[in-house]
């Protein structure tokens, strides 16, 4: 009989940690005690939104050998029970005597000798989703044992994803795709930004999103700003530029990737800009190989525009991709991470159009042995014109 599960089957997840408890053992960890959403989500298959309530937090902590233990707020235990992950240990959330200090402490105890380490990811890109203060008492209760810096563990195994994890974005990126196409109809609709906004994560949900937590964007006249404003209620008008970024989920997994669209022709300058963005990624798409690093991907895009005159913007020009919106790399000159068969990535060029205006472009892959695949439909080579 096949052990029960959620999203995938157990065995994707028991792989998992496997490869967790592999990284643990070259460590030198006993255990592993995992607290950030994203975290839980990826060892058990724990899918929920009630992570939006900071009122409970939530523990799993992986032995060095065997299956996970979870220990929850007794509100999870039927979610957690419908999971691969058979130790389930719960008490009554919210207690302001003490929110699941003492049965964490209890499980990790009899987990890790005395002496010994728990790894926990205290890096970059990571946070410890429990009350600092609980996070100490723990500590204190569970001296001399000593909690140590897990995040290499936990990022080696999260960077590279399994065929099946590739599908899920895939299948968001799907989704996302024909929700851009229906932009021309939404803009025609009401041509309020944020009337746009609103329209297209109707359109993402209705096209298969499971939940839409990020949408972003822009308008202006020959480029935009920014591209994390809010969107005001302004018309779009003749000679602006609008660019829609989307982190659309479905069954856990992100698609992260902008369509532009120019209302009525666009400028000379905006269309060299694009043109650039567009050429700058098909030489990442050519260039980019396993063994590569994630400055190098930033090397091949930074390069591409400037020998076909457009500026560069600072700062990283892609990252991971996976069950959050963004992961480690980024490509920056200054990251060294190497460029793993089997990493789903994405390729954010960005370009001056003006002083103050910008145009951002992004496309979604996942890096093969022979190069990378992409996974978002690929963006036309023409900027798109709503009249």
């Known amino acids: 009989m096949a052990e029960r599960s959620l999203v995938f089957p157990a065995a994707e997840y028991r792989r998992r940690c496997e490869a967790l408890q592999a990284g643990m053992a070259a460590a030198g960890m006993d255990a592993l005690l995992l607290t950030a959403p994203a975290d839980v989500f990826y060892a058990t298959g724990f899918l929920t939104r009630f992570w939006e309530s900071p009122a409970r937090p939530w523990f799993i902590a992986v032995p060095a050998a065997g299956d996970p233990v979870a220990v929850i707020p007794e ?32 499980t990790l105890g009899d987990m890790v000798p005395a002496g010994g380490r728990i790894g926990t990811p205290m890096g970059l890109e990571t946070h410890l989703r429990m009350p600092l203060g609980d996070y100490a008492a723990v500590a204190e209760r569970l001296a001399p044992r000593a909690f140590v810096d897990a995040t290499a563990v936990v990022q080696r195994v999260r960077e590279v994803k399994s065929e099946a994890e590739v599908e899920k974005i895939r299948a968001a990126c799907a989704l996302a795709g024909r929700a851009f196409d229906r932009v021309p109809g939404i803009v025609a609709r009401d041509p309020r930004l944020s009337s746009v906004f609103r329209g297209f994560q109707a359109a993402l949900l209705e ?3 499971d939940w839409v937590s990020y949408t972003a964007g822009g308008a202006g006249q020959g480029g935009y700003g920014d591209v994390i404003s809010p969107a005001m209620d302004t018309p779009l008008e003749a000679g602006d530029i609008l660019m829609l970024d989307t982190g659309a989920v479905r069954d856990g997994y992100f698609c992260d990737y902008d369509r532009n669209f120019a209302i009525g022709p666009p400028a000379d300058p905006v269309r060299r800009a694009h043109d650039a963005l567009f050429a700058a990624t098909d030489d990442a798409l050519a260039q980019l190989r396993p063994g590569m690093i994630a400055a190098d991907a ?83 080579a023409d900027l798109p014109v709503i009249r």
Do not use: Y
């Open 75 to 106: 509100i999870g235990r039927d979610l957690m029970s419908r999971c691969w992950v058979q130790d389930i240990r719960c008490w009554p959330a919210p207690d302001p005597r003490d929110d699941g200090v003492g049965l964490l402490a209890e």
């Open 298 to 380: 930033h090397r091949i895009l930074s390069r591409g525009l400037s020998q076909r005159g457009a500026a560069p913007l600072g700062g990283r020009l892609g990252h991971g991709l996976g069950v959050t919106l963004t992961e480690w790399p980024s490509f920056t000159p200054l990251d060294m991470t190497e460029l793993r068969e089997g990493m789903v990535l994405t390729l954010e060029p960005g370009a001056e159009v003006s002083p103050g205006k910008i145009l951002v472009h992004e496309e979604n892959i996942v890096l093969r042995a022979s190069g990378p695949e992409l996974l978002s439909p690929r963006a036309p």
């Open 207 to 209: 096209e298969g999103a």
